[in-house]
């Protein structure tokens, strides 16, 4: 199995520690968390993975040539310039895609035990497009699912969280008309829209957090002090 990792931000709101490191490999639990990051990937069956960057680029490069031989993972880097968002940045690796297998998604930001074998059995039985790991906490931008699918943007008070990570068919391509810069929750409510499959995948128990500011940082770190790192 394949899986594309999300790491080319800036880590803009988490200065001054990404003034020379990575948002991606900033520490938590002692270990850079794209590292812990591609350890759960393993041990979810990926065997090949691609990581993009942008913000000391160089940095990510080498970390992925020490890494992949102890992880027993292939792991390929996919340069950014400018930074593409979400949905540009996985439309540029495509062609590391090119088996019709499904594959993850994973955004380099975010902390969680969320069970990634079960995502992909839950999408391979829904036979998605694209399935979406959300649960049910604080955020400004929820999704709407009715169901069983995504349904579009939830009305305030309503809806569901994306977490950060999805499982995807590789049908999705063909039908990324958008180019350029771009968000894959754009892509999905217009897929949604048109009738595509994009299901859920609630994961309402466990832990969840992100390290996008500095406060965020340190709860999560926190948070991975009292339960350890994900297996």
């Given at each position: 199995?394949k899986?594309?990792?999300?790491?080319?931000?800036l880590?803009?709101?988490?200065?001054?520690l990404?003034?020379?490191v990575?948002?991606?490999l900033?520490?938590?639990?002692?270990?850079?968390?794209?590292?812990?990051?591609?350890c759960?990937?393993?041990?979810?069956?990926?065997d090949?993975?691609v990581?993009?960057?942008?913000?000391?680029?160089?940095?990510?490069?080498?970390?992925?040539?020490?890494?992949?031989?102890?992880l027993g993972v292939r792991?390929?880097?996919?340069?950014?310039?400018?930074?593409?968002?979400?949905?540009g940045g996985l439309k540029?690796?495509?062609?590391?895609f090119a088996?019709?297998?499904?594959?993850?998604?994973?955004n380099?930001?975010?902390?969680?035990?969320?069970?990634?074998k079960a995502?992909m059995a839950?999408h391979?039985?829904a036979?998605a497009l694209?399935?979406?790991a959300?649960?049910?906490?604080?955020?400004?931008?929820?999704l709407?699912?009715?169901?069983?699918?995504l349904?579009?943007?939830?009305?305030e008070g309503q809806g569901?969280?994306?977490?950060?990570i999805?499982?995807?068919?590789?049908?999705?391509?063909p039908?990324?008309?958008?180019?350029g810069?771009?968000?894959?929750?754009?892509?999905?409510?217009?897929l949604?829209?048109?009738?595509?499959?994009?299901?859920?995948?609630?994961?309402?128990?466990?832990?969840?957090a992100?390290?996008?500011t500095?406060?965020?940082?340190d709860?999560?770190?926190k948070?991975?002090?009292e339960?350890?790192?994900?297996?």
């Open positions: 199995m899986a594309m990792v999300l790491a080319a931000g880590g803009t709101r988490l200065k001054p990404t003034d020379t990575p948002k991606c900033v520490e938590v639990g002692g270990m850079p968390l794209l590292e812990s990051i591609l759960r990937l393993k041990a979810a069956g990926v090949a993975a990581v993009n960057a942008h913000h000391h680029s160089g940095q990510v490069a080498d970390f992925l040539r020490a890494k992949g031989p102890a792991l390929e880097l996919s340069l950014e310039d400018p930074v593409l968002e979400t949905g540029k690796a495509a062609a590391f088996e019709d297998e499904p594959f993850l998604v994973y380099a930001d975010v902390v969680t035990d969320l069970d990634l995502l839950e391979r039985r036979d694209a399935t979406l959300v649960r049910d906490r604080k955020s400004a931008r929820k709407l699912f009715k169901d069983g699918r349904a579009g943007r939830a009305p569901l969280a994306f977490s950060g999805h499982a995807c068919s590789p049908r999705l391509f039908l990324m008309t958008e180019t810069v771009f968000s894959l929750s754009d892509v999905w409510v217009r949604a829209a048109g009738g595509a499959l994009i299901a859920p995948f609630r994961h309402d128990g466990g832990f969840w992100d390290i996008g500095l406060e965020k940082l709860a999560a770190r948070l991975v002090t339960r350890g790192l994900p297996a």
